[in-house]
């Protein structure tokens, strides 16, 4: 299949274990910030978003943590699963028509 | 929920030679994007259409690329003349008006190979 994930930067996990995969942007007028997970071979699939008036939100295994002040996004799964092992996106969102911008990246490897 | 249908699922051509994709977006969806996504980078968007008008396409290299989305369904991307650089996947996505807006439901996309 197709590797998503060449010349990424790659964080690996022991399975069990808790992720946290950082993403720097850099429009302060973002008003959405979303996170999407890509399996080889397939499309991005939608993980979680935030509000840029928001901090933090949780969803199923996962939490998404936003900094404004550093321009900084993390986001957490708990308890790595091999189903998790993925490319990871950070994108940012502007303006009223949902325009999507996409940053680098991060291939997660979760080790059995 | 039958989702985001494209084909071909890959396609591999000469360069100068010409191509085109389909797109069949999640029944109901009113906005449709395309996005390029080369080997190893996050996908770029290139066209976003709500209903059958475009919406932004100031990412379209509009010398070689064109895009359609006929009554407001089905969408085809055209590519013509293809340049080596082309080579990359083509996502296409969709999302309803209203609702979880901001989740674009992607499909698996169309990997090109321009030699």
């Known amino acids: 299949g197709e590797n998503v994930g060449l010349h990424l930067p790659t964080l690996s996990v022991q399975e069990g274990d808790n992720s946290i995969i950082n993403c720097a942007y850099s429009?302060?007028?973002?008003?959405?910030f979303i996170w999407y997970k890509q399996e080889s071979g397939k499309g991005p699939q939608f993980i979680i978003d935030?509000?840029?008036?928001?901090d933090k939100r949780q969803g199923q295994r996962v939490t998404v943590l936003l900094n404004k002040t550093v321009k900084h996004l993390s986001l957490q799964i708990a308890a790595t699963q091999p189903g998790d092992s993925a490319v990871y996106f950070c994108?940012?969102?502007?303006?009223?028509?949902?325009?999507?911008?996409f940053g680098i990246g991060t291939k997660l490897q979760v080790i059995p | 929920e039958a989702g985001v249908a494209q084909s071909p699922r890959y396609k591999i051509i000469e360069k100068r030679q010409s191509v085109a994709f389909w797109c069949n977006p999640i029944?109901?969806?009113?906005?449709l994007y395309w996005y390029q996504q080369i080997l190893g980078q996050g996908p770029k968007l290139l066209i976003q259409?709500?209903?059958?008008?475009?919406?932004?396409d100031s990412q379209l290299p509009k010398d070689r690329f064109s895009a359609e989305r006929l009554k407001g369904v089905d969408s085809t991307l055209k590519i013509q003349p293809a340049k080596l650089e082309d080579s990359a996947v083509y996502l296409c996505?969709?999302?309803?008006?209203?609702?979880?807006?901001?989740?674009?439901?992607f499909g698996p996309g169309t990997r090109l190979t321009v030699l």
């Open positions: 429009n302060s007028a973002s008003d959405y």
């Open positions: 935030i509000r840029s008036n928001m």
């Open positions: 259409f709500q209903n059958n008008g475009v919406v932004d």
């Open positions: 029944s109901g969806h009113a906005t």
């Open positions: 994108a940012e969102s502007t303006g009223g028509y949902q325009k999507v911008t």
């Open positions: 996505a969709s999302s309803p008006l209203a609702g979880a807006e901001y989740e674009q439901f």
